[in-house]
C-alpha cells in the first residue's frame, strides 16, 4: 500500500501489529465479552517497544486498521494514529513493560466483574480453570483515593504488578487478574491468545459461581490434578495437542 502504516521498525511490521490488535477488539462483542464499548485490546511488541490499541469511545463496528493508536511503551508516545487512545492506556502500558506480554485485554465480562466487585480471588475449583491458570486467579486491592485522583488508570497497572510480586507469581502461569471493585485484565503471548484466555476466564468464573452455590463448603481442585492439567499444556513437558509437523490440516 505504500502506506507509512507499512513501514518495519525492528521485527515488526507496524500494519501486522495494527492487524493483531484489531482483530482482538473485533473479537471481544462477538465473544460476548463486552457490552457497548467496555472493553479495549492491545498489541505489543517488545522488540520494538510498540503497542497498538483501541481508540476511545469508538464502537467496535467502526473500528478500522487506521483507528487503531500506535504507542511507544517506555515513553507513552503516539507514534501514530490521530484518535485518542483507550482511556485504559496507561493500565496497558504498565503491563506491557513489566510483565512483557504480546497481547492484552480488559473487559467487564459479568462473571469475573461479579467475583472482582466481590473482593474475592478466583480459586481454581477444576480442570477447566487449570488447563490455562496455575491455581488461583488474584484480586487485587482496592486503590487509595491519592492513587485515584491523580494517574488512575497508570496506578491501576501499578497496583496489578504489586499483587502479582506480592504474591510471587509469574504471569505467564497466571495470565490475568481481578482488579477489585472494577473487572478483569488478561493478557497472552498475543492479543489473540489474550482474548481465548478472557473467554476461558469468563467461562471458569461463572463454573466457580454456580460450583459455590451448589456446594459452599467445596475445596479447591487437588494439587496433583491442577499440576497435571497445567503441565500437559504449558512447559517442557506439554503433550496436549498435536506436534506442530502434524498440524497441516
Ligand atoms: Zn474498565
Known sequence: MGTPACRKLGGVNIQELREQALEANLALPQHGLVVFTWGNASAYDPATDLLAIKPSGVDYKNLTLESLVVLEVSSGRIVEGSLKPSSDTPTH???????????????HSRYAAAWAQAGLDLPCYGTTQADYFVGTIPCTRSLNPEEIEAGYEHHTGLVIVEEFRRRQLDPADIPAVLLRNHASFVWGNSPHEAVHNAVV???????????????PSLSEIPRALLDKHYTRKHGPHAYYGQDKDSQQL
Open 93 to 107: 502500558l504498565v503491563l506491557a513493560r513489566e510483565f512483557g506480554v504480546g497481547g492484552i485485554v480488559h473487559t
Open 201 to 215: 476466564l469468563e467461562e471458569v468464573a461463572q463454573m466457580a459461581l454456580y460450583s459455590r452455590l451448589l456446594n
